[in-house]
C-alpha cells in the first residue's frame, strides 16, 4: 500500500486524545513509507495529520476545491496539492490517487467521504480497504447504527465487514495491509433483495 486516504474533522474535537491518535496516526504512516491523500486542509484533525506525516518526512497530497482554497483552508506545506472545481471531483480524486482509507473522528464531512467510499466498495467500483480509527470510542454510536442496519436487512453482513475497526493506530494499519483486494458480493444479486 503506497497511499492511505484520510478522513477527519476539520476540527479538532473537545478531547485531547483525538489530536494525540492523529498525531500518532499520521507519523506511523510516515514511518511505514504510506504518503498521505486527503483533503488539504490546514485546520483540525485534518491539519494535525498532515503536518505529523510530514514532520516525520513523509509525504502528504491535498486534493481540494478552489472555494476552500479560496477561503485559505488549503495547507501551505505540502508535498503536492491538487486543486479541482467541485467536492465530487475532490472525493472522485482523492479515492483514485488512495490504495486505501481510513477514518478518524469527524462531523458531517468525514462521514460523508465514509459512507461514499463504502458505498462504492459495496457496489464493486473498488475493492481497497476500509477502516475506522476508533479513538476513545468515538464510533461506537455510529457502529452500533451500521449493525442495527444488518438486524434491520438494510445492509449485508458481509458489507458490514469491509468496515475494519480498530482502536489502535498500529493494529488498523495491520489489518488494512492484510485485508486482500476481493470485489464485493454486489449489493443487487436477484430481483427479490430490491
Ligand atoms: P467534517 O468532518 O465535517 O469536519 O469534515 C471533514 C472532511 O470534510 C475532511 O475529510 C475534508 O475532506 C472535508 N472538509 C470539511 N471542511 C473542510 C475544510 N475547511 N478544509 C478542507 N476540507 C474540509
Known sequence: MNRLCVFCGSSTGRRPEHREAARRFGALMAERGMGLVFGAGHVGLMGVVADAVLGAGGEAIGVIPQALVDKEL??????????????HQRKALMADLADGFVALPGGFGTA???FEILTWAQLGLHAKPIGLLN???FFDPLLAWVD????EGFLRPEHREMLLVSADSEGLLEMLLRRKPTIQTPKWIDS???
Do not use: I, P
Not at 488549503?74 to 467536492?87: E, F, I, N, P, R
Not at 442495527?148 to 438486524?151: K, M, W
Open 135 to 137: 479513538v476513545a470510542g
Open 112 to 114: 460523508d467521504e465514509l
Open 74 to 87: 488549503a495547507h501551505g506545506g505540502l508535498t503536492k496539492l491538487h486543486v479541482v472545481d467541485t467536492m
Open 148 to 151: 442495527h442496519c444488518v438486524s
Open 192 to 194: 427479490q433483495d430490491r
